[in-house]
């Protein structure tokens, strides 16, 4: 058997170098998917070093959010209430500032593995101090500041280069003056630092003259981190009030940050790892329907085999060895095509906000061991019906010239398709249950899309199963087409359509399911495209918006709270009004069920000046114009917590807790500008004093007037209302680019399998075209032939692709209740996934089809 093995190498190396390249692949699509993973791991727990590394001990001012981690405290601490006090050697003042910072060429710079970049005091006192100058020096003046080494590698600086800040009031140009490191690492767990001389930083939180937000404490020679953690705190509450302190060791914020950093970064893994599945899921679909043709092209010779005494075992094995060694090559070719492949998905994931440049490629043995294992494990499950079927065939095979596919329509094959069906319910149930039972959100509706879209492609390979059942309706129909257009050459593709169904529908099915991800991604976008674009219309009477162009992890990057004025000083402009947003935990009313506390509750709220809101922004139920200390809820969230209007909540800002009463209720049809709850301006500043600004609606003016007065913003942009609307969908569809990119990766794959399969299918009928040229057939009529055939390809294809696209699509509205996703596109749309289908088949079969065209007779004599 090994030299059978070695001589159909030898003899069909072309045939299965087709298969191999398919292999090759889809192992280095699992590959580069994996690769990605590890390294955005890599770059989230590389970011886990601390600054808090050389204190013991951290005094916060008043109380913070026990739910987040980095939420900012609501009160204010002197350092020189906690300075030498006993036990104390050292102290630092600290403060925390949201900052955007933007390369010399104004692109704002991406902070590490999804976190934030803030403005931090630079630490003099070496006792405390975490830094590691790694080039230039210590920030000395106002305008000066030293940046962690991640902001210098991905805005290209170095010292000397000047950096323009974006802070919650303003924007202001500094100097770099040195790079740093923590630990070795160029970033911290919190994400990118910006560090500068303390009364820099202090102005830039607001804090009055001698205040900060938490002080750090170095612990002297002897004195134990609790310890010294429990007298503070009972010392300055006693002195101070309950409420005005809260101390914490260092090592626990150090815990909580290695905690959090690593359920990132499982987290990533996850959602990757589904993204993934696809890949997997289409190489596996992809090898099985090559190596199920390259077995059919070997029937005649597997058949000769049996007649001379081979076992039925032994022809599985030798196909196995075969799968293996395919798999062997493919793998280590998929592994070194995964580098590229996973650098594509890296700089797409960051123009989503997600920057993982801090991670190197990844060559340790899971990167490398398990794609490659994963690789043979995929052909050896895609050979493994190939290799079934093998085994069965009867050595009187060997006495014909071709063989029709008897077992295409056989019981099997239907209870087959049932009891994958049956396996795509059980992962279209748990959606619908999900969706019935979990309150309304973003985890919900990613939770319900991914079951969706894991029980689609159970469904796409239950109609590959069923698709030979499809080609003798369709190709009849097809062949009588091709007998009126072609006469004799259209019968004759008529008869060998129906005669092979398993033929026809294997490259039916890679083309199915190449159009099902194009068609399913295009409804998805072209319907909740068209209905964002319609709600916005119904709820921006604004002409213009000021907004910026760059991205952060949590979305678009904010603006400096002065623009507002800026815009509104412009001539012509009626209205200006800049919208806000800061996140709250909801404290009271608790949950009412139990197993509802277990989450906190936040509510993302908008700021506004209630003066003429109306004019630039028209919420639906027109919520009357909020004082000071109200708050106007959506419908949805009013139903989900079950509060009532007139009813007062407790909610929990940066500032600390705020009583609001609940003044009215209102819906944003768009759910882009104010989803869950509108505050007046004065209240979120009470909420949040550095609530990031989003953009500025404006009402008057022309555009490029007002281009001139924000000029001097980083990343301001001008735009209409309908560009706005689009900007602000698109930053909330976060990791929309890495899924095009395995989608159009896996596309690639789908349609390279169904020309590979086309291909193979033609070399496995020279005998047959070669006799046609025998007994009178010309070239043009064999070409015709198999161009009807492709017709069939095409027709069976579409139909089955947007007939699961379709489904898909319908499944995930009725899941998600979401009227933001539906079937219902442009006539267009279908017509295009034809035409393109139809192109992409007739060009893949138009060289198979001059080759068959050309087979002499004698070649097709002694051919398989």
């Given amino acids: 058997m090994w030299l059978i093995a070695r001589r159909s190498f030898a003899e069909g190396w072309v045939r299965l170098t087709a298969t191999l390249l398919a292999a090759l692949l889809s192992v280095g699509l699992i590959a580069g998917s994996l690769q990605f993973a590890l390294r955005a791991q890599a770059a989230v727990a590389g970011s886990d070093a601390s600054e808090y590394a050389r204190a013991d001990v951290v005094v916060q001012g008043g109380t913070t959010d026990p739910d987040d981690l980095y939420a900012l405290p609501d009160g204010r601490v002197r350092p020189d209430r906690v300075a030498g006090r006993p036990g104390v050697e050292a102290v630092h003042g600290d403060a925390m500032v949201p900052a955007t910072v933007a390369s010399p060429g104004g692109k704002p710079i991406i902070p590490t593995a999804g976190g934030r970049t803030l403005l931090r005091p630079w630490v003099a006192d070496a006792k405390l101090n975490p830094f590691k100058l790694e080039s230039g020096r210590a920030p000395r003046m106002d305008g000066e500041v030293v940046v962690i080494r991640h902001v210098a590698r991905a805005g290209k600086v170095g010292t000397g280069s000047r950096l323009r800040m974006t802070l919650p009031r303003t924007t202001r140009e500094v100097t770099v003056v040195g790079v740093a490191t923590v630990s070795g690492r160029s970033a911290v767990a919190a994400g990118d630092l910006v560090l500068a001389p303390p009364e820099t930083v202090r102005l830039a939180a607001g804090l009055p003259a001698g205040t900060w937000q938490s002080v750090w404490v170095k612990a002297a020679s002897g004195v134990r981190a609790a310890g010294l953690r429990d007298a503070l705190a009972r010392d300055l509450r006693s002195e101070l009030g309950p409420e005005a302190v809260t101390v914490r060791t260092a090592s626990s914020i150090r815990t909580a940050q290695s905690n959090e950093v690593s359920g990132t970064g499982t987290a990533i893994g996850g959602v990757i790892g589904m993204m993934s599945s696809v890949a997997v899921f289409v190489g596996l679909f992809v090898v099985a329907n090559t190596f199920g043709t390259l077995v059919r092209q070997r029937t005649r010779r597997l058949a000769l085999l049996g007649a001379i005494g081979a076992t039925p075992r032994q022809i599985k094995r030798l196909i196995r060895f075969e799968a293996l060694v395919l798999g062997l090559v493919a793998s280590a070719g998929g592994v070194v095509l995964g580098f590229p492949i996973a650098a594509l998905l890296a700089s797409l994931f960051a123009k989503d906000g997600f920057d993982i440049s801090a991670a190197d490629a990844q060559f340790g043995w899971v990167a490398l ?21 093998a085994a069965r065939i009867s050595p009187m095979q060997a006495l014909r010239s071709s063989a029709k596919d008897e077992a295409g329509r056989s019981w099997p094959r239907v209870l087959g398709a049932l009891a994958v069906f049956a396996s795509a319910w059980g992962l279209f149930g748990p959606a619908f249950a999900v969706a019935r039972f979990e309150p309304p959100g973003p985890e919900r509706t990613v939770a319900v899309s991914m079951l969706v879209l894991m029980g689609s492609m159970v469904t796409v390979a239950a109609l590959a199963v069923l698709a030979p059942f499809f080609v003798g309706p369709l190709g009849g129909l097809v062949g009588r087409v091709g007998m009126l257009a072609s006469g004799e050459a259209g019968r004759l593709a008529r008869a060998t359509i129906t005669r092979s169904p398993r033929r026809v529908s294997s490259a039916a099915s890679s083309l199915m399911l190449g159009v099902a991800l ?21 709820v921006l009477p604004a002409e213009h918006a000021v907004a910026s162009s760059g991205k952060t992890a949590d979305g678009r990057a904010p603006l400096p709270a002065d623009v507002a004025g800026r815009v509104a000083a412009v001539p012509g402009v009626a209205k200006a009004v800049a919208l806000t947003q800061t996140e709250v935990k909801l404290v009271s009313p608790k949950p009412s069920a139990p197993d509802e506390g277990l989450v906190p509750t936040y509510l993302m709220i908008t700021g506004a000046e209630q003066d003429g809101l109306p004019q630039v922004l028209a919420l639906g139920g027109r919520p009357r114009a909020l004082r000071t200390g109200q708050i106007a809820l959506t419908s949805n969230v009013l139903k989900a917590h079950k509060i009532k209007v007139g009813e007062r909540i407790v909610v929990r800002g940066s500032q600390g807790k705020v009583t609001l009463t609940v003044a009215d209720a209102y819906h944003d049809p768009s759910h882009l500008f104010a989803d869950q709850g509108l505050v007046s301006a004065p209240t979120m500043r009470r909420l949040d004093a550095t609530a990031a600004t989003q953009a500025v609606l404006v009402r008057g003016g022309s555009k490029e007037a007002l281009a001139r007065a924000v000029s001097g913003v980083p990343g301001a942009e001008v735009v209409d209302r309908d560009r706005f609307v689009a900007m602000t969908a698109d930053s909330m569809t976060k990791g929309l680019k890495v899924t095009y990119g395995f989608i159009g990766m896996a596309l690639v794959l789908a349609l390279f399998g169904m020309a590979t399969t086309v291909s193979m299918s033609v070399g496995e009928r020279t005998r047959e075209f070669g006799l046609l040229g025998a007994v009178g057939a010309t070239m043009s009529q064999v070409r015709a032939i198999i161009r009807w ?14 007939g699961a696209a379709t489904g898909t699509v319908t499944t995930l509205r009725l899941a998600t209740g979401s009227s933001f996703v539906g079937p219902a596109v442009p006539w267009w749309m279908f017509a295009l996934v034809i035409v393109g289908a139809a192109a992409v088949t007739l060009g893949t079969s138009a060289l198979p089809a001059r080759r068959a065209a050309r087979v002499p007779v004698l070649e097709a004599a002694k051919a398989e």
């Fill in 369 to 389: 061991a398990v794609p490659a294992v994963a690789g043979v494990a995929v052909t050896q499950l895609a050979a493994w019906r190939a290799a079934r079927r």
């Fill in 518 to 538: 194009v068609a399913a991604t295009a409804m998805v976008l072209l319907s909740s495209g068209a209905r964002f674009a319609e709600a916005g219309r119904e």
């Fill in 789 to 802: 055939e492709a017709a069939t390809v095409v027709l069976i294809g579409t139909l089955l692709g947007l």
